[in-house]
């Protein structure tokens, strides 16, 4: 039993060195640009280490973002109870992606300046469209909403203004604030939403 969980945590630590090393590396250069030789050297462990834990550099980057996504998906499940309507919830998963992208700001500054693989915000993309879709579909008070427009259309078309917006603004982020960026944002929901009111 101590054998197992000695190495379990080995195996723990080693994938986070890992991580690390990609995640430190892709401050620096592209994906494309890292080799697998970076990774091991950043993290001091063996090519033959890296290959017992990961197939490549891809799957130790799909790794990575995986790792992202779960540390988001936990802040991001509070929004759902929350959340007495679908704007409130859509705010509150986009206040938690902010602060997530806030609180990460150089790395995924990085990834989104040097890595320009679909798969770096489609991870997130699928997380946030997911309890978007999980908030409507769940909420008898939506009724109207499921019956005019397809679920899966309307949480796309929230969660791609969402993740559009937050890399504009991790460009930008001069131009305001956190606070204001939610702001402009229930706006510009709330203004197509009473445009359309007859």
Not at 31 to 59: G, P, Q, W
Not at 74 to 100: G, H, I, N, R, V
Not at 149 to 156: A, D, E, G, N, Q
């Amino acid at each position: 039993m101590y054998e197992r969980k000695k190495e379990d945590l080995r195996i723990v630590r080693t994938r986070l060195l890992l991580k690390n090393a990609l995640i430190q590396l892709l401050q620096e250069k592209s994906l494309e640009d890292v080799s697998v030789m970076d990774i091991c050297n950043k993290a001091f462990v063996h090519r033959a280490t890296f290959y017992k834990h990961f197939e490549d550099k891809y799957h130790l980057f799909t790794y990575t973002l995986n790792c992202f996504k779960q540390d988001f998906a936990e802040s991001a499940q509070s929004a759902l109870q929350k959340s007495p309507d679908l704007l409130a919830c859509y705010l509150e998963l986009a206040d938690k992606f902010l602060t997530f992208l806030q609180t990460n700001k150089k790395t995924a500054l990085s990834i989104i300046e040097n890595n320009k693989s679909e798969l770096t915000f489609q991870i997130f993309f699928d997380e946030i469209e997911d309890e978007i879709k999980k908030y409507i579909v769940n909420n008898k008070s939506l009724m109207l909403i499921k019956n005019t427009l397809p679920v899966p259309m309307l949480s796309t078309f929230l969660c791609g203004g969402l993740i559009a917006l937050a890399v504009w603004w991790m460009k930008n982020d001069t131009v305001c604030t956190k606070q204001q960026l939610l702001a402009y944002l229930e706006m510009l929901i709330t203004y197509a939403y009473d445009s359309n009111k007859p």
